[in-house]
């Protein structure tokens, strides 16, 4: 088993690759259970991340769902924060359109549709109260891009805002992560066999450059966030957050 590797971003999926490859995956990514069958415990860190989200900010009436998919996560996070005001970012039409009729079904008091990469999106300072990043942010690239970017979150909430992340990560040693990638592929062969197992790891070393959680929360704490927590974390797959003070 080949351990995915950080290799240079211009050997990477393309935005536009990663753009219609989920235009296409929009009825699978509309499940709360299955949608995220390739990661371990997807259904115990959506429920971690909105229940901490809920409780960390209780008066929330507005929520970024920073690739948003098909809106799982901020309709979890509406069971418990009814009436919010939405605003949902994805690179997919298709998925922003689902996550529309699904969150309005669903109580939300609007929804905000925002066709971008998070890289290029500008929003209003201090214009949200919480912040949800689901398995989104490992498409960044360089450390610059990470850093950037949750000072950019955190510049996005409004003060007592929090920012809950669940992603894909890697790890900093070298004996931790092989590990936690032979973990990993033992979970994707045991759930679909080992043709599937291969078909995930070579996509993951294609398309995604995740980073350890202890880089994120470096990165979170140089932006400013405070209280930082790890809801999670299992093999390749990790759920954290912080407040903005």
Not at 18 to 31: A, C, H, L, T
Not at 33 to 44: I, M, R
Not at 172 to 185: F, K, L
Not at 197 to 204: D, L, S
Request: some cysteine.
């Amino acid at each position: 088993m080949a351990v995915p590797l950080r290799t240079d971003p211009a050997n990477k999926s393309s935005v536009d690759e990663i753009r219609k490859r989920f235009d296409g995956d929009v009825e699978r990514f509309s499940n709360l259970e299955t949608g995220q069958s390739a990661s371990v415990d997807s259904p115990l860190m959506l429920s971690l991340v909105t229940e901490a989200a809920a409780r960390t900010t209780p008066a929330a009436s507005r929520v970024l769902d920073v690739g948003c998919g098909a809106g799982n996560y901020t309709l979890k996070l509406l069971e418990q924060l009814p009436g919010l005001h939405v605003t949902a970012l994805d690179l997919s039409g298709p998925m922003l359109d689902r996550a529309e009729s699904r969150l309005l079904a669903a109580g939300a008091s609007s929804v905000r549709k925002v066709q971008q990469d998070i890289r290029d999106f500008h929003g209003e300072p201090g214009s949200v109260d919480i912040i949800v990043a689901a398995m989104v942010l490992h498409h960044l690239r360089t450390d610059d891009e990470w850093l950037a970017t949750y000072r950019k979150l955190y510049n996005l909430l409004a003060p007592g805002g929090s920012l809950w992340v669940a992603d894909l990560v890697d790890m900093q040693g070298s004996g931790a992560r092989t590990a936690a990638w032979r973990r990993y592929a033992e979970y994707l062969e045991q759930f679909r066999g080992p043709e599937y197992r291969e078909q995930v790891m070579a996509y993951i070393d294609r398309e995604d450059t995740p980073r350890p959680v202890v880089f994120q929360l470096d990165a979170m704490r140089a932006a400013g966030f405070v209280t930082l927590d790890v809801l999670h974390a299992n093999s390749v797959f990790a759920a954290f957050g912080g407040m903005k003070g």
